[in-house]
Each structure stands twice: as C-alpha cells, then as structure tokens.
C-alpha cells in the first residue's frame, strides 16, 4: 500500500512546537491518533502504526511536550491541562485535514490519561478510545504521593526500561534510545496524579472505549482500568486483561493479538 510520510513541528494552543508524523494509505478509512507515554517518544510506535496503516487507518502521533523532538522543559508539566490540550490540538488539525472520517484516539499509559480525559472533556471531538495499560485512576505506587511536596522541578532518574516489557530486545533498545528522557519531574508526578483525580471525580465518559491491559503491569495497575471500566457511563466499552504480559502489551508476546483486537474493535465501529 502507497504511503505518504509527513514529519512536522506544529504549534501548540500556547505556541510551542509539538513533533508531530503523519502516515496517509492511499484511501484512508478512518484515522488514529497516538498519543504515547512518560518518558519516550512517539517514534516508538512505528510497529503500532504500520499495522493501523496497514489495515487503511491514516495515523497521527505526536511527541508531548518535553518529549522526544517537541519543546519544553524536559518531563515537565506545570498543570494537567497541558497533557490534555496538545493532544487537543492533535485532534483538531487531524479532524480539519480529514472531513468525513471518523477519528479514534489510542493512549498508552500517561497517554491514556489524555485520551480518557480529552474524550470526557470533548466528547464531539472523537468516535472512539482505545486505552493501552491506561493511567486513569489514583492507583500509583507510593512515589506519586512523595513527590507532591516536593519542588516541582525535582529530578528523578527514569528506572522504567525494567518494568516495561519481558522482551530484552525492546528494553535494550530503550535504554539505548536518546531520545527517551532520562529523568522526569516532580512537576509531571504532581500534575498527571491531579489530572487523574480530575478525571475520576467525573464519570461522564459516554464514548465507545477499548481498554487493554497487561496482568502483571507494574506500573499501571491493572485496577486503573478495571475500576475505569466500572464507573464510567459510556454504553459500548470493552475490557481484555493480557495473561502474564507486561506494561507495554504492543511490545509483549500478545502484541499481534493486541494489533488485531484493536483493529477488529474499530473495523466494527465505522
């Protein structure tokens, strides 16, 4: 299938420039948009992409702010609204460039936070979630609580590459990978757990959702998404647990599983 490839730096709602790519099948079905997690880059999603891309799903991803090659100061956010209005700005170049087709966002992890907040936020700006080990409840490790009375700016090492994935191919690559960030803040920890109370403190998430989560996560607890699938309001969700699979299931053993679930769910949905 003929792609066309787009890299690009796009501006933010408060000017600052987000890396963004773009992958376009001849005759796009729908369109995607990733929205990935602390840390990394959005490059680390090309597997996830070609597999969208071939299935006819034109693909956005984009790195956060104060991620990969976008602005900012680095793993650093100074209110949740960030998180979540990037990825607004995503969503409405791709719904301007696109008329007709159908939008579904995909977030993993932090990402997930965005995706569940921006389609409870906006519920007119989307058709569809889909919520890779999603950060969407107050269930974090005792860390999230520490860091809230530190300085924002704090720096901690990123030890996340272990508790990743069971592949050591994957997690090689990631340590070796400049462009994932090696610390983040206690800026980012205090922002992203204010955004999750936020958001769990407002149920009314009514559109169709995917959640995706790996049974031995430890870094998202697999009762983010359970608890989320409970409470939300939304009529059309669907929940799969990934026996003995890791934090990022697109890079487990389940991980073509995990791509044709995805496409299958939307397939159904347009």
């Known amino acids: ?22 992958d376009t099948p001849e005759s796009p079905k729908a369109v995607v948009i990733i929205s990935h997690g602390m840390c990394e880059h ?11 891309f ?3 799903f034109k693909v956005y991803r984009y790195d956060l702010r104060g991620h990969g090659k976008s602005e900012g100061e680095r793993g650093f956010y100074s209110a949740p609204d960030e998180i979540t209005e990037d990825l607004h700005r995503i969503v409405d170049i791709a719904s301007e460039e696109n008329p007709g087709l159908k939008r579904f966002l995909l977030g993993y992890s932090m990402g997930g936070f965005a995706v569940a907040d921006f389609c409870t936020k906006y519920p007119d700006k989307a058709e569809g979630a889909i919520l890779f ?8 490790d005792g860390f999230s609580r520490v860091s809230q009375s530190l300085d924002p700016l704090t720096r901690f090492p990123n030890k996340l590459a272990k508790r990743l994935t069971s592949d050591p191919e994957v997690t090689a690559a990631y340590k070796a990978d400049p462009l994932n960030a090696s610390y983040f803040t206690a800026g980012l920890s205090q922002q992203l757990t204010l955004g999750i109370r936020q958001l769990t403190a407002n149920p009314d998430f009514r559109l169709p959702v995917l959640l995706l989560h790996g049974e031995k996560d430890t870094l ?3 009762s983010d998404s359970t608890d989320f699938f409970a409470q939300i309001a939304s009529e059309d969700k669907q929940l799969k647990i990934y026996g003995n699979t890791q934090h990022e299931i697109f890079n487990e053993a389940v991980k073509n599983q995990v791509m044709t679930d995805v496409t299958r769910w939307i397939e159904n949905r347009l």
């Not at 299938?1 to 773009?22: H, P, R, S, V």
């Not at 959005?42 to 969208?52: D, E, I, P, W």
């Open 133 to 140: 080990d999603a950060a969407t409840r107050d269930n974090l």
């Open 54 to 56: 071939d299935r006819g």
């Open 220 to 222: 998202v607890d697999p």
């Open 1 to 22: 299938m003929k792609k066309e490839k787009i890299m690009q730096m796009i501006q933010a709602y408060d000017g600052l420039n987000l890396y963004m790519t773009t």
């Open 42 to 52: 959005s490059g680390r999603y090309a597997a996830v992409t070609q597999k969208l």
